[in-house]
Structures are given as structure tokens and as C-alpha cells.
């Protein structure tokens, strides 16, 4: 991993002021917060100044975020670099997303190859969840979300226009069917504390969609925006594709397999699926046991469920999906452990699932990495 500070036209010196404001600024904010929370744990719900407290304390984790903001613009241009797979990055931020109590429909179509950038992760990721952020917002009586990431060749005039060389890049491409935007809103959505509608979204004001660009910026990349009045957005990360002998990622250390030794119990009508889970398992050190329907898997565990300490299931089967299956387990143990394992979309019954209890989900194809480092985060 290499370490790059680029340079951009902020001055140290103010770069330098700013972070120790901020730091000075959110220790004092923790100060006051953790007085603040004293008092609300001596006052009843129904004592007229409960609402003042928790005011003040909404008013404190505003001023926070704030100052999380200056922290960042202070270290914009810091960056660590390495070789990553643009797909594996997307799929791990789409598979950490919070979609409970939102009617929102997720698909995410990743492609086939290896998208290979010279990037630093943390900084990508935080792009990408800004927009994400932004598009949920925007659909606030639920919608669809679309993330799709691909290869694109950019040359001559095309290239031209967003002020790239001709070369391959790498697209992410993040679209929601919300409210859409105006002209003279679209022109402003990357001007600092700038929000289309302060009223309704006064929290949102801040640096994110500023810093974004920033960053793509830095790594010789360009954001991209469409976006019309009821028809929803769509925002364009373009990167440049890493030439690499095999275009093959490398895995960072910190992204290296990690064994188990608990049982699980594989559900799935695919028995191509059911095969390579046992042998995935076994590799990273579980006990497994599989079945093909949800009926299967109900029998099963009502026999053995003190022994079975995780649950893989599938969404879309015969007689008994996903969700059918997952309440009848939790009847038998409203504890249990399940990860479910899906395609590329994470709809209503999926979310169901999430609300349910379900500890998360994991989308196909997955590789033996991201499934290693999943199965520990939802056993832990």
C-alpha cells in the first residue's frame, strides 16, 4: 500500500488550523454531550425539559458531524493507495448498507472481470456512500436503487468533455428513481452546504458531495450526473482501469482469509450451490450441513438446532421461500443466527427478513474472501 499527498490548493497552514479546530471543537462537543446525557438520565420523558435536552443533544451530534466535516477537509489530500477490484469494494459497502425501514428495492449488477484501480479504498468508499446517502434521501417514499459497475473505453471528443485522456476506465454507476432535480439545482449539487431543499433536509447540508469530487478528482477520475424533475438520478464515478498482466486484484493483507470451527447449516435449491458451499465451509474450518428447500431445513433444525450455530439461506426457492422459511425457524429459536444468500436484488421480502431479525446478507457470486470475512461479522 503506498502513501500519496496530493497536493491541492489549500494551504498548509490552513489545512493544519482547521484540523486542530476541529479537534479541539469536537472535544468539547463530547464534553457537553456526555453532561447533557447525565441530565437526560435524571429527567423523566414527561418533565417539560426532556425535549430540551434532546434538542440539545441533536444540536451536539450536528455540531459533531460538522467538525467531522472540517476533519476531513483538513486531510482531503491524504491519501493511501493500493491495487483494488473495484467490484469487491462495491459489493462489501452494498452488503453494509442499512435498508431497514426503507421500501427500497436494491439491485446491484457487478461485472464479470476484475475491475482493477490504483486507489485508496477508505476514500472511494466514502464517494460511494455519499451518493448512495444522497439517493436514499431522495426516495423517501421508497424506490428502486441501482448500482452497476463495468469497463468503458472514453476517447476523442467524449473524452474530451469530461477533460480525461483517451484510455479504459472503470464506471460505477449509482441510480435511484427519487425526486429528481432541476437544472439550476443539478448546477449547484457540488457547492459546499449547499441542499435543494433546507427545510425538509436541513441535516444534509454539508461538505460530502464537495469532497466527493475532490476525491475522484485526485485520482484522475470525474463524477458524472444525470438527472430529471420525478424521474430520479444517476451519478457516474469514472476511474481509470489499472493495467495489470492479468487485470487479477491482489488481496490486501488485512482481506486474507479467516477460519471458523462453528457448524452451519447450507440452504439452497441449487445443488451446484449447495456443493461448492460444502467445500467452501470445510476449507475455512466449519462443520456443514446442507439442504435443498426450506421444509428440509425446518426438519433439520428442529433436530439439531443446539448444534447449529449459523443458518445460510436462500431467497428464491419452491414451496417455502426465503422468508416462509426464516419465520418458522425463528418459532423454533428466536435467536437463531441467518445470513441470507441472494442475487442482485434486495427486495421486500428480503427487507422483511433484515427487520425480522435476519443478521444480514451476502450476494452472489461471492468469493471465498468476502464469504470468510462475512460468515465471522454475522457469528461474532
Same mark, same amino acid.
Given at each position: *500500500?503506498?502513501? %500519496?499527498?496530493?497536493?491541492?490548493?489549500?494551504?498548509?497552514?490552513?489545512?493544519?488550523?482547521?484540523?486542530?479546530?476541529?479537534? $479541539?471543537?469536537?472535544?468539547?462537543?463530547?464534553?457537553?454531550?456526555?453532561?447533557?446525557?447525565?441530565?437526560? &438520565?435524571s429527567v423523566k420523558p414527561s418533565d417539560p +425539559?426532556?425535549?430540551?435536552?434532546?434538542?440539545?443533544?441533536?444540536?451536539?451530534?450536528?455540531?459533531?458531524?460538522?467538525?467531522? #466535516?472540517?476533519?476531513?477537509?483538513?486531510?482531503?489530500?491524504?491519501?493511501?493507495?493500493?491495487?483494488?477490484?473495484?467490484?469487491?469494494?462495491?459489493?462489501?459497502?452494498?452488503?453494509?448498507?442499512?435498508?431497514?425501514?426503507?421500501?427500497?428495492?436494491?439491485?446491484?449488477?457487478? $461485472?464479470?472481470?476484475?475491475?482493477?484501480?490504483?486507489?485508496?479504498?477508505?476514500?472511494?468508499? #466514502?464517494?460511494?456512500?455519499?451518493?448512495?446517502? &444522497?439517493?436514499?434521501?431522495?426516495?423517501?417514499?421508497?424506490?428502486? +436503487?441501482?448500482?452497476?459497475?463495468?469497463?468503458?473505453?472514453?476517447?476523442?471528443?467524449?473524452?474530451?468533455?469530461?477533460?480525461? &485522456?483517451?484510455?479504459?476506465?472503470?464506471?460505477?454507476?449509482?441510480?435511484?428513481?427519487?425526486?429528481?432535480?432541476?437544472?439550476?439545482?443539478?448546477?449547484?449539487?457540488?457547492?459546499?452546504?449547499?441542499?435543494?431543499?433546507?427545510?425538509?433536509?436541513?441535516?444534509?447540508?454539508?461538505?460530502g458531495l464537495t469532497f466527493a469530487r475532490e476525491?475522484?478528482?485526485?485520482? &484522475?477520475?470525474? /463524477?458524472?450526473?444525470?438527472?430529471?424533475?420525478?424521474?430520479?438520478?444517476?451519478?457516474?464515478?469514472?476511474?481509470?482501469?489499472?493495467?495489470?498482466?492479468?487485470? @487479477?486484484?491482489?488481496?490486501?493483507?488485512? !482481506?486474507?482469509?479467516? =477460519?471458523?470451527?462453528?457448524?452451519?447449516? +447450507?440452504?439452497? $435449491?441449487?445443488?451446484? @450451490?449447495?456443493?461448492?458451499?460444502?467445500?467452501?465451509c470445510k476449507a475455512l474450518g466449519y462443520s456443514?450441513?446442507?439442504?435443498?428447500?426450506?421444509?428440509?431445513? %425446518?426438519?433439520?433444525?428442529? !433436530?439439531?438446532?443446539?448444534?447449529?450455530?449459523?443458518?445460510?439461506?436462500? *431467497?428464491?426457492?419452491?414451496? =417455502?421461500?426465503?422468508?416462509?422459511?426464516?419465520?418458522?425457524?425463528?418459532? /423454533?429459536?428466536?435467536?437463531?443466527?441467518?445470513?441470507?444468500?441472494?442475487?442482485?436484488?434486495?427486495?421486500?421480502?428480503? #427487507? !422483511?427478513?433484515?427487520?425480522?431479525?435476519?443478521?444480514?446478507? @451476502?450476494?452472489?457470486?461471492?468469493?471465498?474472501?468476502?464469504?470468510?470475512?462475512? +460468515?465471522?461479522?454475522?457469528?461474532?
Open positions: *500500500m503506498e502513501h %500519496i499527498q496530493l497536493k491541492n490548493e489549500t494551504p498548509d497552514a490552513v489545512e493544519a488550523l482547521t484540523g486542530g479546530i476541529a479537534h $479541539d471543537f469536537n472535544n468539547l462537543l463530547a464534553a457537553i454531550k456526555g453532561r447533557a446525557s447525565l441530565m437526560l &438520565n +425539559l426532556y425535549r430540551h435536552i434532546m434538542e440539545i443533544i441533536r444540536c451536539i451530534d450536528k455540531g459533531s458531524e460538522i467538525a467531522n #466535516q472540517l476533519l476531513g477537509f483538513a486531510k482531503v489530500d491524504e491519501y493511501y493507495t493500493s491495487s483494488i477490484d473495484v467490484n469487491r469494494l462495491v459489493r462489501k459497502a452494498m452488503e453494509n448498507l442499512d435498508l431497514k425501514g426503507k421500501r427500497v428495492v436494491l439491485d446491484v449488477d457487478l $461485472d464479470s472481470k476484475p475491475l482493477t484501480i490504483e486507489a485508496d479504498p477508505d476514500k472511494i468508499n #466514502q464517494v460511494l456512500m455519499t451518493i448512495v446517502d &444522497n439517493a436514499l434521501l431522495a426516495m423517501p417514499k421508497g424506490g428502486k +436503487l441501482s448500482v452497476v459497475t463495468e469497463s468503458a473505453a472514453i476517447l476523442n471528443g467524449t473524452a474530451e468533455s469530461y477533460g480525461l &485522456n483517451n484510455g479504459f476506465f472503470v464506471k460505477i454507476t449509482i441510480t435511484d428513481s427519487g425526486i429528481g432535480m432541476e437544472r439550476d439545482v443539478l448546477e449547484n449539487i457540488f457547492t459546499p452546504f449547499y441542499s435543494a431543499d433546507h427545510e425538509l433536509y436541513p441535516e444534509k447540508k454539508g461538505l476525491i475522484i478528482q485526485n485520482h &484522475n477520475g470525474v /463524477i458524472d450526473v444525470w438527472s430529471s424533475p420525478k424521474m430520479g438520478s444517476s451519478f457516474s464515478v469514472i476511474l481509470p482501469l489499472k493495467e495489470t498482466a492479468d487485470n @487479477i486484484d491482489i488481496p490486501a493483507e488485512d !482481506e486474507k482469509l479467516v =477460519m471458523g470451527n462453528e457448524s452451519v447449516l +447450507l440452504v439452497d $435449491d441449487e445443488e451446484r @450451490i449447495l456443493t461448492v458451499g460444502r467445500e467452501i456443514v450441513m446442507t439442504v435443498s428447500s426450506g421444509k428440509e431445513a %425446518i426438519k433439520i433444525y428442529k !433436530e439439531k438446532n443446539k448444534g447449529i450455530n449459523l443458518v445460510i439461506l436462500d *431467497m428464491i426457492m419452491p414451496e =417455502m421461500n426465503g422468508l416462509e422459511t426464516f419465520l418458522e425457524l425463528k418459532k /423454533i429459536n428466536p435467536g437463531i443466527k441467518v445470513l441470507l444468500s441472494t442475487g442482485y436484488s434486495i427486495d421486500e421480502k428480503a #427487507q !422483511e427478513m433484515l427487520r425480522q431479525g435476519c443478521k444480514g446478507y @451476502i450476494l452472489k457470486p461471492y468469493s471465498v474472501i468476502d464469504f470468510s470475512h462475512k +460468515l465471522r461479522e454475522v457469528l461474532k
